[in-house]
């Protein structure tokens, strides 16, 4: 399904990007940082001015990547989604890519329509280091045990109070409860990938989730520890925080297809 404006001048569309995140310090606008947020709107306004509205389905730390990021963009500017596609792809630098732009509901917000939003980590699994993926996946030397890690990682599933497993700062306020509808470890030759999907995540969740894995694997912590450490609501209980570079915001959902 696409959703259609239903007239007036001022236009609501979706734009759907990828990006590499090795050289942003994240999504959102910040002082003396360059961030996608800023490339992407110093990209629009050569082609429509400051006449525009911007917002992004999620916050992403810095160095973490994005198969898929959505953002919602209410402009006057007459300019066919098709066309400023083709335009944004001209200016963006080669880190980002618009994949799509459609019209949408005037109601459509690209983070407060969002249903749920997934998650994957790479490990590169092998005593050798691949120069390939330097920046891209984490490199794992001694060998995991994907199998058992995924059958730890069920306990994550459901809806929890996820204290123990998200760094606490201002952004981070009121109930800390979430709903992960799936997490999965699997293996693919020397590449190890967790995937999970949720109604939403934490500051740092996904990444301190992975790090408590990869202690389980180290035998630092139980195969069934988790939901304690879940009961605990305390982050020091938890894994280290994984580093950013295996990170990617890999689907956002929404209650059409994109």
Same mark, same amino acid.
């Given at each position: 399904?696409?959703?259609? @404006?239903? #007239?007036? =001048?001022?236009?609501?569309?979706?734009?759907?990007?990828?990006?590499?995140?090795? @050289?942003?310090?994240?999504?959102?606008?910040?002082?003396?940082?360059?961030?996608?947020?800023?490339?992407?709107?110093?990209?629009? /306004?050569? &082609?429509?001015?400051?006449?525009?509205?911007?917002? #992004?389905?999620?916050?992403?730390?810095?160095?973490?990547?994005?198969?898929?990021? @959505?953002?919602?963009?209410?402009?006057?500017?007459?300019?066919?989604?098709?066309?400023?596609?083709?335009?944004?792809?001209?200016?963006?630098?080669?880190?980002?890519?618009?994949? =799509?732009?459609?019209?949408?509901?005037?109601?459509?917000?690209?983070?407060?329509?969002?249903?749920?939003?997934?998650?994957?980590?790479?490990?590169?699994?092998?005593?050798?280091?691949?120069?390939?993926?330097?920046?891209?996946?984490?490199?794992?030397?001694?060998?995991?045990?994907?199998?058992?890690?995924?059958?730890? +990682?069920? +306990?994550?599933?459901? !809806?929890? =109070?996820?204290?123990?497993?998200?760094?606490?700062?201002?952004?981070?306020?009121?109930?800390?409860?979430?709903?992960?509808?799936?997490? /999965?470890?699997?293996?693919?030759?020397?590449?190890? &990938?967790?995937?999970?999907?949720?109604?939403?995540?934490?500051?740092?969740?996904?990444?301190?989730?992975? #790090?408590?894995?990869? !202690?389980?694997?180290?035998?630092?912590?139980?195969?069934?520890?988790?939901?304690?450490?879940?009961?605990?609501?305390?982050?020091?209980?938890?894994?280290?925080?994984?580093?950013? @570079? #295996?990170?990617?915001?890999?689907?956002?959902?929404?209650?059409?297809?994109?």
């Amino acid at each position: 399904m696409q959703y259609i @404006c239903d #007239g007036g =001048d001022l236009k609501n569309l979706m734009v759907t990007i990828s990006y590499d995140g090795s @050289c942003f310090h994240g999504w959102q606008i910040q002082q003396n940082a360059l961030t996608v947020q800023e490339v992407f709107q110093n990209s629009l /306004s050569k &082609i429509i001015g400051d006449d525009f509205d911007v917002k #992004g389905c999620s916050r992403t730390d810095s160095g973490v990547h994005a198969n898929m990021y @959505c953002i919602s963009l209410k402009t006057h500017h007459p300019i066919e989604p098709i066309r400023l596609k083709a335009a944004l792809n001209r200016w963006l630098p080669k880190s980002v890519a618009v994949l =799509d732009c459609q019209k949408a509901d005037d109601s459509f917000h690209a983070r407060y329509s969002c249903l749920s939003k997934e998650y994957i980590y790479k490990i590169w699994n092998s005593e050798v280091r691949n120069p390939f993926l330097d920046g891209y996946a984490l490199h794992y030397r001694y060998k995991i045990d994907e199998q058992m890690l995924n059958r730890a +990682a069920q +306990a994550y599933v459901g !809806k929890h =109070d996820f204290t123990s497993f998200c760094t606490l700062d201002n952004r981070e306020q009121g109930d800390l409860t979430r709903c992960v509808k799936a997490f /999965s470890v699997e293996r693919e030759r020397d590449m190890v &990938i967790m995937k999970v999907e949720a109604d939403g995540f934490l500051y740092n969740m996904v990444r301190i989730m992975v #790090g408590t894995l990869l !202690k389980i694997q180290q035998g630092k912590l139980a195969a069934d520890s988790i939901p304690e450490i879940i009961k605990k609501k305390n982050r020091k209980y938890a894994g280290p925080t994984a580093q950013a @570079c #295996g990170l990617y915001l890999n689907k956002v959902n929404y209650e059409f297809n994109i």
